[in-house]
């Protein structure tokens, strides 16, 4: 969609459409579309939960009394919504005598430049927020600077599993390690549903995993099947309950994964994962339905240039941290 910054009238809810129809970079976290956004009206989300109790019922003589049903204990825990703005100039100097990319003698206007700034200042968003999502999965939202912006092991109480899966040993029963993983899950999903458990991996991991003598003649096959059809045996392989998937995601420098890691959750769930969003902190979306990004400009003394202002609201949330599991090559 181009921007016209110098069309009158051009407003904040215009901007702000504007840049949420620009495409978005997103990565896989976002495609296997476990953090469902969810608009908030204020900053903070407040969670209840309600841990329900499961219990077999006791049979009564006909016409006796009925055993009393016994409730869950619930919990109210609160979480502040970070704020993550951003902002860029376009000068006018910048633009005279530019020509327009991918052209031969036509020139940049501002408003190209304006369109490229915003996509620009987008795609640092998003692969932001897929960091926070990749490390929400850890179990432990991290900020740019690995500064720690909610720990949900501490905030629900849960001690986080791991499972060493001990690749470099030739004798490990690699399929009964999978399965203490699958359990592990199953078990800590509190009766809610789940299409399959998935597995995000580094490539250290993933090669140790294949290459494993208890799973390579299983990794041949499934990938004799998957190169028939052209396909690539990383972005998803299945074995002993588990689908795994090396996932090679760098920003700054940063990897999303540790070498040798992996990182467990489920998949198809209703209510394990969420994505917060929280208001812009402009005058006129003060109490109202967040939207997953704003855009503001405003024109810089005497017009020589325009001041853009972009920036998302948004914590991804794992209400239940203890169906997410770290996984160890070695």
């Not at 949900?152 to 390690?177: I, W």
Request: aromatic share 8%.
């Amino acid at each position: 969609m181009m921007i016209d910054p110098f069309k009158d009238g051009y407003s904040l809810t215009q901007l702000s459409q504007a840049i949420n129809v620009l495409p978005n970079m997103y990565g896989r976290i976002n495609e296997l579309g476990l953090f469902t956004f969810r608009a908030q009206s204020t900053n903070t989300v407040t969670v209840e939960m309600n841990n329900g109790v499961l219990s077999l019922v006791q049979t009564t003589p006909w016409g006796g009394p009925a055993p009393k049903s016994k409730s869950g204990k619930r919990a109210v825990r609160s979480f502040s919504v970070p704020h993550t703005p951003l902002e860029d100039t376009v000068m006018a100097a910048d633009v005279i005598g530019v020509r327009a990319f991918g052209t031969e003698n036509t020139l940049e206007t501002v408003a190209i430049k304006v369109n490229e700034k915003l996509q620009s200042m987008k795609n640092k968003i998003d692969q932001t927020m897929e960091w926070r999502k990749m490390s929400a999965l850890k179990g432990v939202v991290l900020d740019a600077d690995n500064s720690v912006i909610e720990d949900y092991f501490a905030a629900f109480g849960v001690v986080k599993k791991t499972v060493n899966f001990v690749l470099g040993n030739a004798n490990t029963d690699v399929r009964a390690k999978c399965m203490e993983v699958v359990r592990h899950i199953e078990d800590n999903l509190k009766g809610e549903s789940m299409l399959r458990a998935h597995v995000l991996v580094s490539q250290e991991f993933f090669d140790a995993l294949v290459s494993h003598s208890k799973v390579k003649e299983a990794y041949a096959n499934y990938s004799e099947a998957a190169q028939r059809i052209g396909g690539d045996m990383r972005k998803g392989f299945s074995f002993g309950g588990l689908t795994f998937e090396e996932y090679r995601g760098v920003v700054d420098g940063k990897r999303f994964i540790e070498a040798g890691d992996g990182h467990a959750f489920p998949i198809g769930t209703s209510e394990t994962f969420s994505n917060f969003g929280a208001p812009a902190d402009f005058v006129e979306t003060v109490n109202t339905l967040a939207l997953p990004y704003y855009a503001r400009q405003q024109n810089k003394d005497f017009n020589r240039g325009i001041d853009l202002h972009v920036q998302a609201n948004q914590l991804p949330l794992v209400n239940r941290p203890a169906t997410i599991v770290e996984l160890k090559a070695a």
